[in-house]
């Protein structure tokens, strides 16, 4: 049995929610050419295969985990908007909308490698110009596909939600679990941390 794993991300959500399933791995963020071709479900699985790759190239004793997440509205992707601009115009577009959001996971590990692709229909709220500058001046949406993260309640982000709520916020964590134990890692069942798994239609 493999012990060892390396997650290819720096993002804080994917840390937060892998601590669910683990209690102790390691944090090495992938650098590799994010682009796109505007189909999200291939694009998803494709990045995150290419970050894990990226990462056990380096760690080629470790379980190694990727994962990306593409937001797309049926005709555009929108990825991190980075900014305050690209952020206002992103929660411009898809405020009141109804969209998708793909996150691709995938595990390499010595002998192998396994991936799927979870996909969710996000409702943004109808959110005035006031809350959308408000919440950009925070900052938070810089670093997120769509410019804004599901967990922000204060917000709040989002009005409906048909899918894996982990899943949107960066990692699904029964795909995950998945995968890992196909790795040959054991994990804990994310049901007795976070009692929305335990209705996740991912399950």
């Given at each position: 049995m493999f012990t060892s794993v390396v997650l290819a991300s720096g993002s804080p959500r994917r840390h937060e929610l892998l601590r669910v399933l683990l209690a102790d791995f390691a944090i090495t963020p992938a650098v590799i050419d994010e682009r796109i071709t505007n189909d999200p479900l291939a694009d998803a699985r494709r990045l995150a295969r290419e970050k894990a790759a990226a990462v056990f190239h380096e760690n080629p004793e470790e379980v190694v985990i990727g994962a990306d997440t593409i937001v797309h509205d049926g005709e555009f992707t929108y990825g991190k908007p980075g900014n305050a601009e690209n952020a206002l115009a992103?929660?411009?577009?898809?405020?009141?909308?109804?969209?998708?959001?793909?996150?691709?996971?995938?595990?390499?590990?010595?002998?192998?490698?396994?991936?799927?692709?979870?996909?969710?229909?996000?409702?943004?709220?109808?959110?005035?110009?006031?809350?959308i500058g408000a919440y950009v001046a925070d900052g938070?949406?810089?670093?997120?596909?769509?410019?804004?993260?599901?967990?922000?309640?204060?917000?709040?982000?989002?009005?409906?939600?048909?899918?894996?709520?982990?899943?949107?916020?960066?990692?699904p964590l029964w795909g995950i679990s998945r995968l890992l134990a196909t790795a040959g890692v054991e994990t804990h069942e994310p049901q007795h941390v976070l009692a929305r798994c335990a209705v996740c239609p991912e399950r």
């Amino acid at each position: 049995m493999f012990t060892s794993v390396v997650l290819a991300s720096g993002s804080p959500r994917r840390h937060e929610l892998l601590r669910v399933l683990l209690a102790d791995f390691a944090i090495t963020p992938a650098v590799i050419d994010e682009r796109i071709t505007n189909d999200p479900l291939a694009d998803a699985r494709r990045l995150a295969r290419e970050k894990a790759a990226a990462v056990f190239h380096e760690n080629p004793e470790e379980v190694v985990i990727g994962a990306d997440t593409i937001v797309h509205d049926g005709e555009f992707t929108y990825g991190k908007p980075g900014n305050a601009e690209n952020a206002l115009a992103m929660l411009g577009s898809l405020r009141g909308k109804t969209h998708l959001v793909v996150t691709g996971i995938a595990v390499v590990y010595p002998g192998g490698d396994c991936s799927e692709v979870s996909d969710s229909h996000v409702t943004l709220a109808d959110l005035s110009d006031e809350t959308i500058g408000a919440y950009v001046a925070d900052g938070r949406p810089f670093d997120r596909a769509g410019a804004y993260g599901i967990q922000d309640d204060d917000v709040p982000t989002v009005a409906a939600l048909d899918g894996c709520y982990c899943s949107v916020m960066g990692l699904p964590l029964w795909g995950i679990s998945r995968l890992l134990a196909t790795a040959g890692v054991e994990t804990h069942e994310p049901q007795h941390v976070l009692a929305r798994c335990a209705v996740c239609p991912e399950r």
